[in-house]
């Protein structure tokens, strides 16, 4: 019996020779000037088209009374950029108020240290006063007579 031909690699020759043939033509095509031409051709048409399609879109929104697509786009251009500033607002008012709050702390801790400085104070004053009574009252009170022994 005759062998019988490989169909996966006859097919898979036939595809690289296909995909070979068309990257020539391609390549031909695309580096053709006349198709080159014609396709800048095409893109200034568009843009043409385009362009004119845009002025008729904001001649009848004129006409309508209605916001262009230019003054939309400034608009949320202006948006932007109000947002940004309140969200830099915000920003520095969060941080004023930490500031604040820190602020707030230093001068809660001074006024309970400078109450108990007080508190202190009034102790040693009491104390103080205490014992300046008690020498006022040693120095008031009368002397008494130092008993003598006779010696016989």
Not at 1 to 22: H, N, T, V
């Amino acid at each position: 019996m005759p062998a019988q031909p490989d169909l996966s690699k006859l097919s898979g020759e036939l595809y690289r020779q296909w995909e070979k043939s068309m990257t020539q033509w391609w390549d031909q095509v695309l580096e053709s000037p006349a198709f080159l031409q014609a396709m800048g051709g095409s893109l200034a048409a568009q843009s043409q088209a385009r362009s004119s399609y845009e002025e008729a879109v904001d001649h009848s929104m004129a006409q309508l009374h209605l916001p262009s697509r230019k003054d939309i786009t400034r608009l949320a251009r202006i948006a932007s950029l109000l947002e940004d500033r309140l969200l830099n607002m915000e920003d520095r008012l969060l941080e004023m108020g930490d500031r604040l709050e820190d602020m707030e702390k230093e001068v809660l801790k001074a006024r309970v240290e400078a109450a108990e400085t007080r508190v202190e104070m009034r102790e040693k004053l009491a104390a103080m006063e205490e014992r300046l009574a008690a020498i006022q009252a040693d120095v008031r009170k009368p002397a008494r007579p130092r008993k003598t022994t006779a010696k016989a």
